[in-house]
């Protein structure tokens, strides 16, 4: 059962918000970024490498670590 969450902000260079894909590494869970590159995902509490990649940009692979009932932020520039 999910205790902690990822959320963020997914926007390119210029500050638009992208409607990126995100998947956390090796427990597989994944979401979609909203049009604005707002997105939240539940995950259990641990460190995990989360990849982000949206059409025309280059991908990111970003490390977490989530606290048991936290929330960790993570917000992403991406690049063309």
Not at 1 to 21: D, T
Not at 43 to 53: A, H, N, Q, S, T
């Amino acid at each position: 059962m999910p205790q902690g969450e990822v959320r963020g902000l997914i926007r390119s260079f210029n500050g638009k918000g992208l409607p990126a894909a995100i998947r956390v590494e090796h427990i597989g869970v994944a979401t979609k970024a909203d049009a604005q590159g707002a997105f939240k995902i539940d995950v259990p509490p641990g460190d995990y490498e989360v990849l982000i990649r949206a059409e025309h940009f280059k991908e990111q692979r970003r490390k977490v670590h989530v606290d048991l009932n936290g929330v960790t932020v993570l917000n992403a520039e991406m690049f063309e």
